[in-house]
């Protein structure tokens, strides 16, 4: 900093000689310069500033003169400004402060091609929009049929090349189809070239009698939409053999104004290149647009990646469509998350695992006993068991088939949700490493090599595995919105952030989390849910009706799970049941406090029949005449993926589902009431229009979601 002082003093200094003002350009070229190293001590001086306060605010709170809140305000404060330099310090490159100019250009594919540059220009738009620049299409040649020829957008905004220069080469996309009847795999390109925009300050002189220009008319949708004169330019530059095409205004001498600040842009970037030895022609970068030139590839055979052919770096992000129906086998697979193996309600996280156990070895890794739990629930089963592990009473490995074990670690944790977040990230390295420690006894003693590590949902307790354990792949599940509850909320919300943007892929039941995920990290995947249909298969009618609720009356209107205040709406449940005296309503499973004290309890027409097995819910859903599940909108459930519904479903249930966000995904199978009247009138509708067919509809439909499914998707996206 004492350097950019001194030489912000030998710039000014420079402005007071008489005769700097005779060059205006050269003049406004050294006023940037000053106003740039004037904002970079002003930016430092705020980081200083920033921390200070940080420090002053953190000792009142430890005197408990401030609190809690005003600490982490103040941390996020200083936090944000201090990425904010560091990334500006990153781009450092006179260039990379400048805007950008992106051009996509379709290659080899046909109608394949031309959609993959439309899907590239749709990107890279909204990524200008979120990152507040302001996005000018300079010229647009449509396809034939369907997407886009060629693009030239102009990114207006500081740092907008900086960002954007990484993205120059060729783009190969794979998949199946949309266009080809038969559903066959297609390979196609587009490529992506940036240059900086360059102003007035930047002299590029082109000799007049390399360049030759052409005019033509815009095109347009017809009518008063075409343009009668010829406004559009084609400007070429024949050392560089470049083309330059504006068609922008409907001004003739804009758009060569336009089109010449273009080519001196392109011209600039080909000079850069040159310094920076990266290539030594620009045609080594505007290569053919076709096998063989591509600087990042999207295989799928003969083998499963996606490989930067610049810097060598592979990760598994794309589909295996080739061999989809082929599992992937003999691999060591380290499963963690939120829920325990010895959880008494179903759980997906045992589902997966169970999964990958058919063809793989798995470790499933219990969540570390915390300090608290230890001592105040240490009379429960579950705890007790724990701490006898942790005194070396119990093995803490439990073999539960041929493929699976499970890990009970045998360090306790401390809890530290009550620290503001400034030292809580402190701690929590410390008990990522606990943790990890255990795991890696375990991957020791069970001889796992090149292990994939697959996290359902724990983002706090399992932050760092990745740096602590050091897997051959980190995958991220995120399925449920665990961040809205209180006790996540306070540290999850960040945690979260930082695991998505350091695992190599994350799958997502939800497109609200895929596009939330898409935010922090490229590889994101929305692969629906999966259910065990199994176990709510009765085509042979061998599912026996439970005694418990063979003699309550129809019509039963039933719900299976957890009944909680969190989730599930009590007032609609209290009007039903109060409004349609004739109807029976049956809830399965354990209750929380709220509804142990509802008024739920004193109506004779609801049936509370407790905790039951996972094994015995089909049993209890083929009983009812209508499935339902009534839940209460808010952050955790309206993009949540309510496994139940599959489960109703699979046994043909007509299903009636809180309208929340998500539940459009279902909309062609269930009845989606937005408000508790609304139940009344679709419990009634749902009676009436049952069938056979519309059974076997929903049967079907359930189908596409079993558990084999959900995890041969994964596989898809997994490196083989």
């Known amino acids: 900093m004492d350097k950019k002082i001194i030489k912000i003093k030998k710039e000014e200094a420079k402005t007071q000689i008489i ?8 003049a406004e070229e050294e006023l940037k310069k ?67 100019i992106l051009k996509i250009n379709s290659g080899a594919g046909g109608t394949e091609s031309l959609d993959w540059a439309e899907m590239l220009m749709r990107m890279y738009i909204r990524w200008g929009e979120r990152n507040n620049y302001k996005v000018k299409e300079i010229n647009f040649q449509s396809g034939d049929e369907v997407g886009v020829k060629s693009v030239t957008l102009e990114f207006i905004g500081d740092y907008a090349y900086g960002f954007l220069k990484c993205e120059n080469g060729v783009h190969r996309l794979v998949r199946i189809s949309p266009f080809d009847s038969n559903n066959k795999r297609h390979t196609t390109f587009a490529s992506v070239f940036v240059s900086p925009s360059i102003d007035d300050n930047i002299e590029i002189i082109i000799n007049p009698s390399d ?54 842009s392109h011209l600039y970037e080909i000079e850069l290149r040159k310094k920076q030895e990266k290539q030594t022609q620009i045609e080594g970068e505007k290569k053919k647009i ?5 600087i990042r590839s999207y295989v799928m055979h003969p083998y499963k990646m996606v490989k930067d052919l610049r810097t060598s770096y592979e990760t598994s992000n794309v589909q295996d469509v080739l061999d989809g ?54 009379n429960k089963i579950e705890v007790k068991k724990r701490l006898e592990i942790i005194n070396n009473k119990k093995d803490d490995i439990e073999k539960i088939n041929e493929n699976l074990w499970t890990l009970y670690p045998k360090k306790i944790i401390e809890s530290i949700n009550f620290l503001p977040s400034c030292i809580f990230s402190y701690f929590n390295k410390i008990n990522n490493k606990r943790f990890s420690e255990c795991i890696k006894d375990a991957i020791k003693r069970l001889n796992f090599k090149n292990f994939i590590i697959f996290n359902d949902n724990s983002m706090i307790d399992c932050l760092y595995l990745k740096e ?79 005694e418990d609720i063979k003699n309550i009356p129809s019509i039963k ?15 609609v449940l209290i009007y039903v049941a109060k409004n349609r005296s004739d109807w029976n309503l049956v809830l399965v499973g354990p209750e929380d406090e709220d509804f142990k004290n509802s008024e739920l309890h004193n109506l004779k027409n609801v049936y509370f029949l407790g905790l039951k097995k996972p094994e015995e819910l089909p049993s209890y859903i083929k009983s009812f005449d209508i499935a339902i599940n009534p839940q209460i909108i ?17 046994m043909g249930k007509p299903t009636v589902a809180t309208k929340t966000e998500f539940m459009e995904y279902f909309k062609e199978h269930t009845y989606l009431p937005k408000n508790k009247e609304d139940y009344v009138f679709f419990i009634e509708k749902a009676i009436k229009e049952n069938s056979k067919f519309l059974e076997e509809k929903r049967k079907s439909y359930a189908k596409e979601h079993s558990w084999e499914n959900f995890v041969k998707k994964i596989y898809e996206i997994i490196e083989k």
Request: aromatic content about 12%; proline content about 2%.
């Open 19 to 26: 005769g700097f003002w005779d060059n205006p350009k050269n």
């Open 468 to 546: 602590y354990l050091k897997p051959n792949l980190y995958i991220y599940l995120l399925r449920d919105n665990v961040i809205s509850r209180p006790y996540h909320k306070k540290h999850g919300v960040k945690a979260q952030i930082e695991l998505i943007k350091k695992v190599d892929f994350m799958v997502v039941n939800s497109y609200y989390f895929r596009d939330y995920g898409k935010k922090y990290n490229k590889n994101v995947f929305m692969i629906g849910q999966g259910c065990n249909l199994e176990l709510f298969n009765d085509d042979e009618n061998q599912i026996k009706i439970p």
């Open 211 to 264: 360049i030759t220009w052409d005019t033509f008319r815009c095109g347009g949708a017809g009518g008063q939409s075409v343009n009668k004169l010829e406004t559009g330019v084609r400007l070429k530059h024949y050392p560089s053999k470049l083309v330059v095409e504006n068609t922008e205004g409907r001004s003739q001498f804009k758009n060569k104004e336009n089109a010449l600040r273009i080519l001196k």
């Open 634 to 650: 808010n952050e955790m459930t309206n993009w949540n993926y309510p496994l139940k519904i599959d489960e109703y479903l699979s």
């Open 557 to 571: 209107v039933g719900y299976t799970g957890y009944l909680t205040s969190v989730r599930l709406d009590i007032e």
């Open 290 to 294: 076709e096998w063989g030139s591509q």
């Open 34 to 100: 000053i106003n740039s190293l004037k904002k970079w001590i002003s930016d430092f001086e705020n980081v200083k500033s920033n921390l200070e306060d940080l420090e002053v605010i953190f000792e009142f709170f430890e005197m408990q003169e401030a609190n809690e809140e005003e600490v982490f305000e103040q941390y996020k404060t200083t936090l944000k400004i201090i990425e904010e330099l560091e990334f500006k310090n990153m781009l450092s490159e006179k260039e990379d402060s400048l805007g950008a």
């Open 325 to 378: 129906n082929k599992n992937m086998k003999n691999r060591d697979i380290i499963v963690v998350g939120l829920q325990a193996w010895d959880i008494s309600i179903g759980s997906t996280c045992k589902n997966i695992a169970m999964e990958f156990s058919k063809n793989n070895r798995v470790l499933y890794v219990n969540p570390a006993l915390k300090r608290k739990t230890s001592i105040k629930e240490k």
